[in-house]
């Protein structure tokens, strides 16, 4: 077994071999020397220093930062375009046109986060708004025949003579001092007579035919 020089370091010389059975290797009464911890503490700069020696690299280039580095990225980026387009306005090999723009991508992945474009096509497209539903117009309403004036005319004059009657019955019970229900009741009666007739014969409340502006 490989044992630490630090550990064994404390042991007498005679007692820096290990067997396979158990023996005792400090005699009575030794005294252990001074303590020291057997792993020495890594500080963060130290562990900063290590990441960056060895934790490799997936394989992607860098990000271009400089200004020269972005204008000449670009530069490559537009040549890199052009191929593309000549290849597919020459309906060139399906698979060369693939590898370029993969090569294409990988160019353009290379430029600061704000000088990348989204993929062709990740735009959101405007909606066009629905086509507006054409409304069917409504079929006319079909008017009633008109009465012939002569009928209208007619049901009118028989309707006043029966309000002018039923009018002078409420005036002659009022002059009677006949009792409030029967009066109220008789006036309900004319009232609603009134009611039937056309607008325009109708008296306003109180009695006053409406004036003429």
Do not use: M, W, Y
């Amino acid at each position: 077994a490989v044992v630490s020089t630090q550990s064994t370091g404390a042991l007498p010389e005679d007692r820096k071999q290990f067997t396979d059975t158990f023996v005792p290797l400090l005699k009575t009464g030794h005294k252990i020397g001074t303590p020291f911890p057997l792993f020495s503490k890594i500080e963060d700069a130290r562990v900063a220093e290590l990441r960056s020696k060895f934790c490799g690299s997936d394989g992607s280039p860098a990000p271009a930062t400089t200004p020269g580095d972005i204008a000449a990225l670009q530069a490559e980026i537009e040549k890199q375009g052009g191929k593309v387009r000549e290849l597919k306005a020459a309906k060139g090999d399906p698979a060369a046109i693939k590898a370029e723009v993969t090569k294409l991508l990988e160019l353009k992945k290379q430029l600061p986060a704000e000088l990348q474009q989204p993929p062709p096509g990740s735009k959101n497209k405007k909606k066009s708004p629905p086509a507006a539903q054409k409304k069917e117009p409504s079929p006319p309403a079909k008017k009633n025949p008109a009465a012939t004036p002569n009928t209208v005319s007619a049901d009118v004059a028989a309707l006043q003579k029966e309000i002018e009657a039923q009018g002078l019955k409420v005036r002659g019970l009022k002059a009677a001092k006949a009792e409030k229900a029967t009066i109220d009741a008789e006036v309900k009666v004319l009232l609603a007579l009134k009611g039937k007739l056309p607008p325009e014969l109708q008296q306003q409340p109180g009695g006053k035919k409406g004036k003429k502006k």
